[in-house]
């Protein structure tokens, strides 16, 4: 790119938006989409999408129609738009009559460069007509997935934006999405742009976030225990079911913990108050299914669990990918056991669905399980599965504590010759069991004490039978089967380790931290330093604001805003510019207020005491 240009484009970023710098990807999906060429962007959640098409939008010289699957998404991100001092009109039908009508009038003539809309408002025919007489330039697809039947969250609304190309073919189109597989994306780029697009893949890496798996065991402790470490943080737990939901959430309210249960099952006006209280307060944790997850934009969410395995890798990452949005290091953790994979393979083969879309999901799966049981860096395995190399991270569970990896051959011999024994036909915990050698009455009853594979593994732990039979069918020795009822059985691998020519080596079964402490790499480089109690303060000051404008806190400022605040301490005009995240706009609203404060600050800290003095004073004893 022509050095001119960038620098342009830089000067725009901090007068608009605040920011210093561009996040990956950012500026070449800016580029083409400013030289005209149509797009396709999978980016993550949290990378930072809507700039790249907000941008362009300001600065070419004709109107943008932003389209987007969700009333919730529109209004964040035209309220955030008019917090940086950005004209933008809005349309859907969670608005009144009125308030759309004054909204076209406003935008039709020239009084804002962009205009968000739903699909169905934006494809019908008096609409269509309507903006033919305007001066449209840039159509941008939001959450363009929604368009495939390829991908999960296809939209029959969405479809229907395949004929924007014939109906303005001069117009450039800007589809974005999160999630999209190969053939996903292939598929948008055909419908929207007649299989013209730049396919642009970028930023998948979070360096932010820390990725821990834990072997499921004692599931409410551990994440009691988890959460109570990260006290005063906004997170996600994320279970299977409604039931599971609600039972944790209990749980953990009864053990003084802020959470909240978030399910479809929940009456409207519950989910959108606890909505609405997540995105606002400090401090809660959502316990909730899936059905918690699209327009949930809140950037300093600081840590997402998995109580159980999610449906995908895909799944995976756009949940996780919700921590951490503002760059500050935020951690994800997912326990997982062997029940676990046994209800996502009965969801999936008990689902709807033709054979082949479940033979898909299943593999979708299996990508899945080997991140789970991965002995390797996580982050380098979760990259690779959307086509990004990565060195190892340095701050997931298995980067800090390398699992030791142990032949374990003789102790799956074991198991396999019980499977055998009993004729293929018995569960996990029944094959655990005899192995191990209890005697329970249904053993007794069936007379498997007699068997010569009762009790040879008695000098083990059930634990560690559980684990070596999660990784004996994970990576498919043996296998569940779901018609009947779960019964563990034999694949064709298994010969060849019960005929002793193939060895088998797991992961020992060490307790790792139920979190592992990143490296807190933004927070130790960018923000060393700084002053938690101006923090705090400054803090007081932005839910004050925010309260009076009821808009979310983080509209205001993010947290990283201002944590470079409470370190540089900014006073003059020059000095409060030059904090990332501070453009014209937040400059003008904000500067005496928070300069006064800061100066306050320091008038009170110097007159009452001085921490380092204290610090020395006890150093001395
Ligand atoms: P998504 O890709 O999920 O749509 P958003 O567009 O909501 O992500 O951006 C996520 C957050 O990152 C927002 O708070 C946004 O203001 C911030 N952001 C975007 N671009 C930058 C940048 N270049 N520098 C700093 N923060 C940015
Ligand atoms: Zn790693």
Not at 26 to 45: R, Y
Request: charged share 25%; hydrophobic share 40%.
């Amino acid at each position: 790119m022509i050095e001119n240009r960038e620098k342009h484009l830089k000067h725009n970023l901090k007068q608009v938006f605040g920011y210093d710098t561009f996040r990956s990807g950012q500026l070449e999906v800016i580029d083409h989409l400013l030289n005209g060429h149509d797009v396709v962007s999978i980016m993550p959640t949290g990378a930072g999408k809507s700039l790249c098409f907000q941008l362009p939008a300001l600065l070419h010289n004709f109107q943008t129609i932003i389209v987007s699957p969700l009333v919730a998404l529109m209004n964040d991100q035209t309220a955030a738009l008019k917090g940086v001092g950005v004209d933008v009109e809005l349309i859907h039908s969670g608005r009144s009559y009125q308030d759309n009508a004054t909204a076209w009038r406003s935008f039709a003539s020239g009084g804002a460069k962009m205009l968000y809309l739903s699909p169905e408002r934006l494809m019908q025919e008096r609409m269509l007509a309507a903006l033919q007489a305007q001066k449209i330039g840039m159509f941008v697809i939001d959450e363009a997935h929604c368009i495939s039947k390829w991908g999960a969250g296809f939209r029959p609304d969405y479809e229907a934006l395949s004929r924007l190309k014939d109906l303005f073919p001069n117009v450039i189109i800007g589809a974005f999405t999160a999630t999209a597989d190969h053939a996903t994306r292939i598929d948008i780029s055909e419908k929207l742009t007649k299989g013209r697009a730049n396919i642009i893949v970028k930023g998948f890496d979070r360096p932010n976030l820390s990725l821990v798996v834990n072997a499921k065991k004692n599931l409410k402790a551990d994440l009691l225990s988890y959460v109570s470490k990260r006290a005063g943080q906004s997170g996600i737990v994320y279970c299977l079911s409604r039931r599971e939901t609600d039972d944790i959430t209990t749980f953990l309210r009864e053990q003084g913990i802020n959470a909240l249960a978030y399910h479809a099952g929940k009456s409207m006006e519950f989910r959108t108050a606890a909505q609405k209280r997540f995105m606002s307060e400090d401090n809660i944790v959502m316990v909730a299914t899936i059905a918690f997850g699209m327009g949930i934009d809140k950037p300093d969410i600081r840590f997402v669990v998995h109580a159980s395995l999610p449906a995908s890798v895909e799944a995976f990452y756009q949940e996780i990918g919700r921590a951490g949005r503002d760059g500050m290091p935020s951690d994800t953790a997912l326990f997982y056991g062997l029940s676990d994979l046994i209800k996502r393979q009965r969801m999936i083969f008990e689902g709807d669905g033709t054979e082949q879309f479940k033979l898909l999901e299943y593999r979708r799966l299996e990508y899945l399980i080997g991140y789970c049981e991965t002995v390797k860096c996580r982050k380098a395995a979760l990259l690779s599965y959307f086509d990004e190399e990565s060195e190892p991270c340095g701050h997931c569970d298995n980067c800090i504590n390398p699992p030791i990896v142990v032949e374990y051959t003789a102790q799956a011999r074991m198991v396999l010759e019980a499977v055998e024994q009993t004729g293929q036909f018995f569960g996990a915990s029944y094959i655990i069991d005899l192995v191990r050698g209890a005697e329970t009455s249904k053993i007794i009853e069936k007379k498997h004490h007699d068997l010569t594979a009762f009790g040879a593994g008695k000098s083990y732990t059930k634990s560690f039978f559980q684990t070596l039979i999660r990784q004996l069918v994970s990576s498919g020795i043996l296998k569940v089967n779901l018609e009947k009822y779960g019964a563990i059985q034999l694949t064709r691998k298994a010969a060849a380790i019960g005929a002793g020519t193939e060895l088998f080596f797991g992961r020992s079964d060490i307790e790792i931290e139920a979190a592992a402490v990143p490296k807190k790499v933004s927070d130790s480089s960018r923000f060393k330093g700084y002053n938690p109690a101006l923090f705090q303060v400054l803090k007081v000051a932005r839910l004050t604001i925010a309260q009076q404008k009821d808009v979310p806190a983080y509209m205001i400022f993010s947290d990283s805003t201002l944590k470079e605040m409470a370190l540089r301490q900014p006073v003059t005009e020059q000095e409060f510019l030059s904090i990332n995240g501070i453009g014209r706009q937040k400059f003008k609203e904000y500067f005496e207020r928070f300069t006064a404060i800061i100066q306050d600050w320091q008038k009170t800290e110097s007159a009452s005491f001085t921490p380092h003095r204290q610090d020395s004073l006890s150093d001395g004893l």
